[in-house]
């Protein structure tokens, strides 16, 4: 739709694809004025030649090349593209997207539970029947391409002990002994699952305020659904009782703001904060010489309690803070006298503040 003018080829049609593999140059001279090229990866040799096209025609947007599976995407553009091209990662729907597209948002432990990959919002499909199919396309298929996976199954356990983990510091040595592998092992399935955008982490902010910090990471995947279909969850009411509801509500808020991150192309670094001790900011965005703090409770009824942590660290760090949000899984937005309080239907309240200058 964005590129309506523009010739559009699935190279997972074999005959495209037939195509495209034995006659390169007689394969893009039928796209004079560019082209969508969907599942580029397919035909990888494609990159070269369109290096040669880029390099002579100097058009910026030519050519829209997409794929499902970023692995060799990413790689070869990288390689043979490098300072011709501008990427735009998608991650699923945000909460912004299904706005803006007028999609029904459904109650917070639905959304939660669904997740937000965009075929569950145009067909008519179970989630955890998606999900399961999901999950077995990606570890048979493309974790296949970029790793030498012996045991399927044991990668599969990896991944859900890796869901059980949504939201707490990561010890790797600990997750590798439970899923009885080495630990660099573990480190390489980490970066595999960095790499396809199931996984994230999100790093320690190191400044000191004459406190001992944790410095390992805190671990949180993409998507929510993802997580509950790992972890065995089968329906919203059922994550609405589950112990880990409060980790996936958190993972949610982090990850829109992920979101947020690659569809406006704005870097900023995001960490959490946390005091050895336990005391503990969710999430810290770095807007330069200042930080937007985020307090995240999955309650639906604000406590006084939810404003511990955030007083606390306006109590340190006053001077550095530009924001404090606590984000709930209530419905009313509140303003308290220092932190303003936003349901989780109006997070654009939190990302507004990071655009602002």
């Not at 394969?27 to 290096?51: C, H, K, M, T, W």
């Not at 671990?219 to 329906?235: E, K, P």
Request: proline content about 4%; aromatic content about 12%.
């Amino acid at each position: 739709m964005v590129f309506a003018q523009k010739p559009y080829v699935s190279l997972e049609d074999p005959d495209q694809l037939q195509f495209a593999l034995s006659d390169v140059r007689g394969f893009l001279q039928q796209f004079p004025n560019g082209a969508v090229l969907d599942e580029i990866q397919r035909a990888p040799e494609l990159f070269s030649y369109l290096q040669g096209i880029v390099d002579e025609r100097r058009k910026p947007g030519l050519f829209v090349v997409t794929g499902s599976q970023q692995f060799g995407l990413l790689a070869r553009a990288a390689q043979t593209l490098a300072g011709r091209v501008a990427t735009l990662e998608l991650l699923p729907f945000s909460l912004n997207e299904m706005t803006a597209a007028v999609l029904t948002i459904p109650p917070l432990d639905q959304l939660l539970f669904q997740g937000q990959y965009p075929p569950l919002y145009d067909r008519a499909v179970d989630p955890v029947d998606w999900y399961a199919d999901y999950i077995r396309t990606y570890v048979e298929r493309d974790v296949r391409q970029i790793t030498a996976v012996q045991d399927l199954n044991l990668f599969q356990t990896f991944v859900r002990l890796c869901a059980g983990r949504v939201g707490q510091v990561l010890d790797v040595t600990g997750l590798a002994n439970d899923a009885g592998v080495a630990h660099n092992t573990a480190r390489a399935w980490i970066s595999v699952l960095e790499a396809s955008y199931i996984i994230h982490r999100l790093s320690p902010h190191h400044r000191n305020f004459s406190k001992r910090l944790i410095k390992r990471g805190k671990l949180y995947f993409y998507d929510t659904g993802l997580v509950a279909r790992l972890l065995g969850i089968r329906s919203a009411d059922e994550l609405r009782h589950h112990s880990m509801r409060g980790n996936l509500f958190e993972c949610w808020v982090v990850s829109e703001v992920c979101k947020w991150r690659f569809h406006n192309r704005q870097p900023l670094p995001i960490f959490f904060w946390r005091e050895h001790k336990g005391r503990e900011i969710d999430l810290l965005i770095d807007t330069g010489n200042k930080v937007v703090a985020v307090e995240v409770k999955a309650g639906a009824t604000v406590n006084s309690d939810f404003f511990r942590e955030l007083e606390y660290y306006r109590s340190l760090a006053a001077g550095y803070l530009k924001a404090s949000f606590l984000v709930y899984g209530g419905e009313q937005q509140q303003s308290r006298s220092k932190s303003l309080v936003v349901p989780w239907r109006n997070l654009a309240t939190v990302t507004a503040t990071l655009a602002a200058k």
